[in-house]
């Protein structure tokens, strides 16, 4: 079965950089999430989409953006990094509409480091 | 603001055991419950989901139950082996316009020596 795709899978990056993270949901799933882990840290919710449209927001910096596109596909976009922003970025897609679970997939994640 | 504990914070033991795992949140409008298993530098994977009104699932040797009034959730694990040495997260997923958006405890390190 098809599953949740990011790229790349690994990033280095020097501070006051732009980081562009890509994530592929799961066909026909109609909501993508970003969640980021930290060393150590459970992974908290950055941001979220259903239909290619802003569902919800955590505690995203004002420094990312992110959004959805035609093809469902989801790009967070960092800019100005910072040391603390070296973390693990993970992409989860669901199934939400109608009677949909909820039950969300995630993918291998992005780890980003920041030099 | 959900919040969710995770207890124990490590756990290790013998190959063979039952074991349990605990999560207590404290918001009960959930909308579903999700345990997920994360091996070291790697990516999450779902082992089970307990829909809100749902009491409890099971897949293999996995058992989770649910109850929303007491706010808890158990992960029952049977006869446990090395394999299954990871930490495991429980996720509350939110309702309504949160679209089910997870919020995690810090998870339990558990180690299964042979």
């Known amino acids: 079965a098809a599953g949740v795709i990011q790229s790349p899978r690994h990033l280095i990056k020097e501070k006051r950089e732009t980081a562009t993270l890509k994530c592929y949901p799961i066909?026909?799933?109609?909501?993508v999430y970003w969640y980021q882990q930290g060393p150590g840290q459970d992974p908290q919710f950055l941001i979220s989409f259903y239909e290619k449209m802003q569902s919800d927001k955590g505690s995203i910096p004002d420094r990312f953006s992110a959004q959805q596109f035609s093809d469902y596909h989801s790009e967070l976009n960092m800019s100005s990094l910072e040391l603390g922003d070296s973390a693990l970025y993970f992409c989860a897609s669901s199934s939400n509409a109608g009677t949909g679970s909820y039950e969300q997939y995630f993918g291998p994640g992005t780890r980003l480091t920041v030099t | 603001k959900q919040e969710v504990t995770q207890i124990p914070a490590a756990l290790s033991v013998p190959e063979g055991e039952n074991l349990v795992l605990n999560c207590s949140f404290t918001?009960?409008?959930?909308?579903?419950l999700q345990w997920f298993r994360q091996d070291p530098g790697k990516g999450l994977t779902s082992l089970l989901l307990i829909q809100s009104s749902q009491r409890e699932q099971t897949s293999g040797r996995l058992n989770a139950s649910l109850d929303k009034s007491s706010g808890r959730s158990t992960l029952y694990i049977a006869a446990s082996q090395p394999g299954d040495s990871a930490t495991y997260l429980c996720?509350?997923?939110?309702?309504?316009?949160?679209?089910?958006?997870?919020?995690f405890g810090q998870g339990t390190i558990l180690t299964v020596h042979p």
């Open positions: 996720a509350l997923g939110a309702g309504g316009t949160s679209y089910g958006k997870l919020t």
């Open positions: 918001d009960s409008a959930i909308y579903n």
């Open positions: 066909p026909r799933h109609d909501t």
